[in-house]
């Protein structure tokens, strides 16, 4: 079997990958392809991000006035 440590997309610096995967995001917006979250969906992912970063231990710890913030910063972008 063959070396491929080195090549593709995973092999590549994460500043290059975010920049080819913009470059894919804006193009799929401009071709009216890509997908648009409903709240219930992006509120899905966010739970399951949130749920594996506490698995990995790197998920952020709030502090209560850290989430009072947020929560007034929530609430107050809901139209």
């Known amino acids: 079997m063959s070396d491929t440590s080195n090549r593709g ?4 610096d994460e500043d290059k990958q975010r920049e080819i995967a913009s470059q894919g995001g804006k193009a799929a917006h401009e071709k009216g392809t890509a997908h648009e979250f409903t709240s219930e969906e992006a509120r899905e992912a966010g739970h399951k ?3 594996a970063a506490h698995e990995k231990g ?14 007034r910063k929530g609430g107050s ?3």
Do not use: I, Y
């Open 9 to 12: 997309f995973a092999s590549m």
């Open 49 to 51: 991000g949130g749920k």
């Open 58 to 71: 790197t998920a952020h710890e709030f502090t209560s006035e850290e989430a009072r913030e947020a929560g």
């Open 77 to 79: 972008s809901q139209g």
